[in-house]
């Protein structure tokens, strides 16, 4: 079982709606969670952290569940260009040399 | 301030055939890593460095080796190359601690046939 699973979708969803999609982890060490965005055919890049108290930026909000295990990303308003592909990332911490990603989830907007 | 850049772009290798990768970053990284991406497999990290002169397994070492003679470069070698190392390649650096603000490069594109 891979230690960072995603709906790979895809999703597609219509210009306006909202979107979530979820991630679960199985390493309960893991300390702190990501989430990077990779445009088609291009390299992933980091879109914004998950921390214990969930993390809001514009349209975007992630959320973290210690509990279950799980962490989510909510996009609000979509729009055509959020169309990519979301991988979800864990963190052991300090002292951890690598991060474990998921597969991602392909999103697309449609007009 | 280029970031991370990746050569070569694109590769066709005939099975057998060895060559290098390279990526460099000009960042000051202390960390480097070295990731392979497959359809329906996500990345998978092949190799890293934690410092100049240092390297490490990751999940799927095999049929690659690494080199970081210099801090800004990391080398990934492939020396018999084989169809199942047919994929997208990236790397990615980072700053010691910091492990998880990966910046990765726009990637290799490799076929072996």
């Known amino acids: 079982r891979k230690e960072v699973e995603q709906d790979p979708g895809p999703f597609n969803v219509p210009e306006g709606a909202t979107v979530a999609f979820n991630c679960t982890y199985s390493?309960?060490?893991?300390?702190?969670f990501f989430w990077y965005r990779q445009d088609c055919r291009k390299e992933p890049k980091l879109l914004m952290s998950?921390?214990?108290s969930g993390n809001e930026d514009g349209r975007f909000t992630a959320q973290l569940n210690r509990a279950s295990q799980y962490i989510s990303l909510l996009i609000r308003d979509s729009k055509l260009s959020d169309s990519a592909t979301y991988l979800c990332?864990?963190?052991?911490?300090?002292?951890?040399?690598?991060?474990?990603f998921g597969k991602g989830t392909k999103l697309s907007v449609i007009p | 301030n280029a970031g991370v850049t990746q050569t070569p772009k694109f590769r066709v290798l005939k099975t057998g055939q060895s060559m290098t990768l390279l990526c460099a970053q000009d960042?000051?990284?202390?960390?480097m890593y070295w990731y392979r991406q497959d359809p329906g497999m996500g990345l998978r990290l092949i190799h890293y460095?934690?410092?100049?002169?240092?390297?490490a397994k990751g999940e799927v070492p095999d049929g690659y080796n690494v080199s970081r003679l210099k801090k800004q470069n990391f080398l990934l070698g492939l020396e018999s190359a084989a169809p199942s190392q047919t994929s997208v390649y990236f790397c990615?650096?980072?700053?010691?601690?910091?492990?998880?603000?990966?910046?990765f490069g726009p990637g290799t594109r490799l076929t072996v046939t």
């Open positions: 390493n309960s060490a893991s300390q702190s």
């Open positions: 960042m000051n990284h202390e960390y």
């Open positions: 460095s934690v410092g100049e002169g240092t390297t």
């Open positions: 998950v921390y214990s």
């Open positions: 990332a864990a963190y052991s911490g300090a002292g951890s040399y690598q991060l474990t």
């Open positions: 990615a650096s980072s700053y010691r601690g910091r492990a998880y603000e990966q910046y």
